[in-house]
């Protein structure tokens, strides 16, 4: 089960427009950093494909260390690979407790 804001966040995601049989609003999404497809079901929480590239969790778009607030005008959700490449890795997990 994924908390509410972040099943939010990843509905307001961008949507992908891959065209495999399993592309929809619930599966796919675009992380807004690269680009490239995140999986629903590859959330930072779901210990199995965490490691994936497609997995996911929720970003802070100004880093709290730079003031950024835990508000959904500040989240969204992103690959954890790209999150990994902003430094801000802890955050997330932060959340996620
Ligand atoms: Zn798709
Ligand atoms: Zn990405």
Redesign the pocket.
């Given at each position: 089960m994924l908390r509410p804001n972040s099943e939010r966040l990843w509905q307001e995601a961008k949507q992908?427009?891959?065209?495999?049989g399993d592309?929809s609003a619930r599966?796919?999404r675009l992380c807004p950093i690269c680009n490239e497809?995140m999986l629903y079901g590859s959330h930072f929480t779901n210990e199995k494909t965490r490691d994936s590239k497609f997995a996911w969790n929720i970003d802070l778009i100004v880093p709290k260390q730079d003031g950024g607030l835990w508000k959904l005008n500040n989240m969204r959700a992103v690959h954890i690979k790209c999150n990994k490449s902003r430094n801000n890795k802890d955050q997330s997990r932060e959340y996620e407790k």
């Open positions: 992908c427009n891959c065209g495999s592309c599966n796919h497809k």
